[in-house]
Structures are given as structure tokens and as C-alpha cells.
């Protein structure tokens, strides 16, 4: 499925971009306020909250995107973001060791500057 959001065809990662995904465990709203910050809103379940993180976003190929950070708890995050396709693939190691494999599909709600 190929989106038609313009990010698809977006050569650096969109400052003021806004999208949801839907993993199986829970739903996540990330904001890029700054080419190296993001905001992500998780509302509900056991990993609920909102967070500013500093981030490395890395173009693979316009509309792929490799992200990483480290929460404030120390819980590590490496997504494959894919607007062309409309998925992500996101892998994170808990504070507590545990390690997540999560992939969902991704919705844009504002495209931002690209």
C-alpha cells in the first residue's frame, strides 16, 4: 500500500511531523519537534505516558527513516519508520531487560515541512 502523504517522498526527517501507529500492545501519537526531538503520547496501558527525547534520525531512502533514542528511564528505541509503505518496525530493550519486537501500521495526521 503506497501512501500518498508527502512524506512518502521526503529526502529528511520532517520537522512537525505528526503521526500515530497502532502496535498489538498499544498506540503511540509521535510529534518531531526538532530535527533531533521527538515527542511520543502513549494514552493507555501499562506503558502509558509522554515523553520528549533527544533522537537520531537517519534517511535510508526518501520516506524511510532509521530513529533511535534513550528514554529517560533508560529503555533504548530503534525504529524503521516507513512512510511510504505506511509501517513501522520498532525494537526497544526495557530497563528491565526486556526486549520488544513491535511493527504496526503508521498514520499521518500532519505531514510538517519536508
Known sequence: MRSESPVAEAAAYPVGLVFDVSFKEFSVRLSVLAADRLRFEIADGPFAKTEEVAIVATPIRPGLFLVSWIEHSGAT??????????????????????????????????????
Do not use: I, N, W, Y
Open 77 to 114: 528505541v530503534v525504529h524503521v519508520e516507513d512512510f511510504a509503505s505506511g509501517q513501522l518496525h520498532s525494537q526497544a530493550t526495557l530497563p528491565d531487560g526486556t526486549f520488544l519486537r513491535m511493527a504496526g501500521p503508521l498514520r499521518v495526521v500532519d505531514a510538517g515541512s519536508h
